[in-house]
């Protein structure tokens, strides 16, 4: 608990500090993504714009990049010499990698054995980054070999290294205050959201914002700024058989309390997802709340799904994005249909 108040003091007075945001700003990797009209899925909705915010074109594709890199200087100013953290999709693991690289840190990335032996090719470029990757796995448990397995190493990794190891989690979750630092630097994404569509619309909001939702790195960065804008409609988007949002019930998972997908004993069941981004069996207690409150909407997408809407990305948009994606593409052309002409949506892309 120590190390945590440490961590809540630390960051509350590095993020006050002019010259850090700046030294992020400029970062390698840190600039807006695109948000451009989605013209061809706009035509066969026939309803609001469809707009799309591109992560997919950020360095290797993570929209986990303003956390890493901001919680990589974090550390440094801390005065860690290492950084570890897990990862379902491997590309956030290239990007921390490269990251620990220009800051001449160490780098441990923490993968699922059986999310590691899908990405070979990511896994070897971590590496010739210079870090270390290790797998993890849960005994017998068919969730093992995934992101959950892997969160559950890392952070025995980051407490027997404390005095020289800072943990950037994989999503809005763990005890506070992590949440609260991967929103931090992930909101940045909703702000240039607002930036980008009020350049473009006239100094307006758009109607509704569409993101998938695994630990929720994403939605809470996109949805965070427009929370106290009523008028916006946020709808987050799970995968089928691993939604705790949609088919969970709340409890403590890795120092949180949140939607968990349990049983009647509080034992944590097994997610199930095509995308590694998703396959998680919690969710950021910030996104629970927003569930409370009913300022979010969730829906479950089944896997079928998602793989018609990665289909309709790339036949009717030309981008092969991530099946985290598609879990999201039906759902925002329903929505755009729903609003009708006029109105406007953003999806989310991801990698």
């Given amino acids: 608990m120590d190390a945590l108040q440490e961590l ?19 970062s390698p990797g840190i600039r807006p993504s695109p948000l451009r009209l989605a013209e061809n899925l706009t ?19 993570s929209h986990n990049i303003r956390s890493i890199v901001g919680q990589a200087l974090l550390a440094r100013r801390l005065g860690k010499t290492e950084l570890v953290m897990e990862c379902g999709s491997a590309r956030h693991g290239i990007v921390c990698a490269a990251t620990c690289t220009r800051l001449n840190m160490k ?12 990405q070979k090719d990511s896994v070897d470029m971590i590496r010739q980054l210079g870090a270390t990757v290790l797998t993890a796995d849960m005994g017998a448990s068919s969730g093992s070999g995934t992101l959950r397995a892997a969160v559950n190493e890392a952070l025995r990794y980051s407490v027997a290294h404390l005095s020289t190891t800072y943990h950037i989690m994989s999503g809005p979750i763990g005890p506070h205050p992590l949440p609260t630092i991967t929103r931090t630097f992930q909101s940045i994404l909703g702000e240039e959201i607002k930036t980008q569509f009020g350049g473009a619309s006239g100094g307006r909001l758009p109607d509704a914002l569409v993101s998938p939702v695994g630990s929720g790195s994403a939605a809470v960065g996109m949805f965070y ?6 008028s916006v409609k946020l709808l987050g ?39 590694p981004d998703l396959d998680f069996p919690s969710v950021g207690p910030e996104l629970a709340h927003w569930k409370e409150t009913a300022r979010v909407e969730y829906v479950a997408v089944t ?23 598609g879990y999201a593409v039906e759902r925002t052309i329903r929505l755009a249909r729903e609003l009708g002409p006029g109105k406007d949506v953003v999806l989310l892309v991801a990698g």
């Fill in 303 to 325: 896997d079928v799904e998602a793989l018609r809407g990665m289909d309709v990305l790339r036949n009717q948009e030309g981008i092969a994005s991530g099946a985290m994606t």
């Fill in 43 to 61: 035509r066969i909705a026939g309803g609001a714009n469809i707009w799309l915010k591109r992560e997919d074109l950020n360095q290797d594709g």
């Fill in 107 to 118: 780098c441990t990335i923490l993968m699922g054995s059986r999310d590691a032996s899908n």
């Fill in 225 to 230: 700024p427009f929370i106290e804008h009523p």
């Fill in 237 to 275: 988007i799970e995968a089928a058989k691993a939604a705790p949002l949609s088919h969970g019930d709340v409890g403590v998972l890795h120092g949180c309390r949140t939607y968990l997908l349990q049983d009647e004993h509080g034992q944590i069941l097994d997610s199930s997802s095509i995308s």
């Fill in 8 to 26: 809540t003091l630390a960051f509350d007075r590095i993020i006050s500090d002019y010259g850090f945001w700046r030294e992020f700003l400029s």
